[in-house]
């Protein structure tokens, strides 16, 4: 005779995962640039305490944060022997230790599935006191003054997300030097890219234009005019570079989701409204050499788009920056020159479009569950870039402002969030605080138990 059984618990395999919590402090800041409101809500990385509860097994511990507010939890704590502590299911309640009485902190509940073989991350907030309720609804990420470029290159110094951008890197490819041998680097002359950026010798054969990959697999630059890229400065810096702006993006993952957390942003969202990504690209004083060309993809800019060569991407370019070019296109070979301020017009436009291409595919991969519709359905950055609500521009603003700035800080870009039309159906009055909330990390994992 069969009979029937019922299995109660199975055991969880202890594979290897993280879980990135993050701490930020919300308040206001007065900024010197009046076109941006004299105050704006900003949010900077908090170094601090995070008290953590498991609801099931009742244990209570704390992590410390990193100067940039990260703690990292190894999960592997969450599966252990023993009946009824191997739950895949897992409940924690974390918050944030307050420096002080002018700041409170929320307790949120997170609930994951400890077999997620997803990135786990979460963001807590300290919110001060002192922030009172924005009409203009404009939010400055305040992740700005990184060296992001190298002197007059247009891409982001970055190698974790450098495939998210139409450019070819300034890092060698690995597989083509060191005397390696390896079929992917090409036949006897080059090394085969798509895109190229640099000033070059336009009667020597190349398919890359900023390395020639030969037969021997040594390595020289495409750029006879040495005032165009600055060679010498991607050598010395460019690692260090590198992780500055691979950090920061990773930051504006977090900035963005905090700003989609602000109430007049989310009242917009539920009223249809549309909400902006400002991303601001900036260069130094210095002159462009008068012979710098772009050399790459021709970019045309359409109301609502862009194309780099034949790639289209949902990206608005400022009306009053389109105008300065012919036919709204840089155009393959154009001069620096030509355009106000010594070239860095251009310059600055450049890096402004390929930086907003950059983070648009970033926040479209790591955004989701970001903010409730009038239904109550949550939405994605993808959702709500899909549907119209959210718009991404590239705007070139030249020449850096800041003061008491290095050229390579002034190389850098900036992003806002804003929400163009004014709300005018909150009361003028202090936000109120969320006591906390419950958020489901790898949610598919847990829907499906």
């Known amino acids: 005779n069969r009979k029937d059984f019922d299995v109660l618990y199975t055991r969880v395999n202890k594979e290897h995962q993280e ?5 930020f402090t919300r308040r206001r800041e007065y900024n010197n640039n009046v076109s941006l409101g004299a ?55 974390v918050h944030a230790e307050t420096p002080d009485d002018d700041v409170i902190s929320t307790h949120d509940t997170l609930i994951f599935d400890a077999n997620c073989v997803e990135r786990l991350q979460h963001a807590l907030y300290l919110w001060d006191t002192a922030v009172f309720y924005d009409q ?43 005397g390696l041998t390896v079929p992917s680097c090409g036949s006897e002359i080059h090394h ?72 007049c942003i989310q009242r917009a969202v539920q009223q249809g409204k549309k909400v902006e990504i400002r991303v601001i690209g900036f260069t130094d004083q210095n ?50 020159r030509t355009t106000p301020f010594g070239g860095n017009q251009l310059l600055s436009d450049l890096r402004g479009i390929y930086t907003a291409v950059l983070l648009d595919n970033v926040w479209r991969d790591e955004l989701h569950s970001l903010v409730a519709d009038a239904n109550a359905t949550q939405l994605s950055f993808s959702d709500l870039r899909d549907n119209g609500q959210l718009v991404v521009s590239a705007w070139g603003e030249a020449i850096s402002s800041e003061n008491n700035l290095s050229r390579a800080q002034k ?8 929400v163009p039309e004014p709300d005018t159906t909150a009361p003028d009055q202090p936000v109120a605080v969320e006591s906390g909330k419950t958020v489901i990390l790898c949610e598919g994992c847990v829907a499906s138990q």
């Open 411 to 418: 190389r850098s870009v900036r992003v806002i969030i804003t």
């Open 19 to 23: 879980l990135e919590l993050a701490v």
């Open 287 to 336: 002159s462009l050499h008068r012979k710098c060309e772009y050399i790459g993809e021709s970019i045309t800019m359409l109301d609502s788009s862009v194309f780099v060569g034949e790639q289209s991407f949902d990206i608005v370019v400022r009306e009053e920056n389109r105008k300065l070019y012919e036919n709204a296109t840089i155009a393959d070979g154009m001069n620096f």
């Open 39 to 93: 105050f704006n809500d900003v949010v900077v990385p908090t170094a601090t305490s995070i008290v953590c509860t498991d609801l099931d097994t009742k244990e209570q511990f704390t992590l410390n944060t990193t100067p940039e507010g990260i703690a990292t939890m190894q999960l592997e704590r969450f599966v252990e022997d023993g009946f009824g502590r191997d739950k895949r299911i897992k409940r924690l309640v």
């Open 192 to 263: 085969e890219h798509k895109t190229s950026f640099t000033s070059v010798d336009k009667s020597v054969t190349h398919a890359s234009r900023l390395y020639t990959y030969a037969s021997t697999y040594t390595v020289q630059h495409n750029n006879p005019y040495e005032s165009c890229i600055d060679w010498g400065d991607f050598r010395r810096n460019g690692e260090e570079y590198h992780r500055e702006v691979d950090s920061a993006i990773n930051l504006l993952v977090h900035q963005v989701r905090s700003a989609f957390d602000r109430p």
């Open 136 to 178: 203009s609804c404009t939010f400055d990420t305040q992740v700005k003054n990184v060296r992001f470029f190298v002197n007059a290159y247009w891409g982001a110094t970055t190698k974790e997300y450098m495939h998210l951008i139409p450019l070819e890197s300034m890092f060698l490819d690995p597989n083509c030097h060191n």
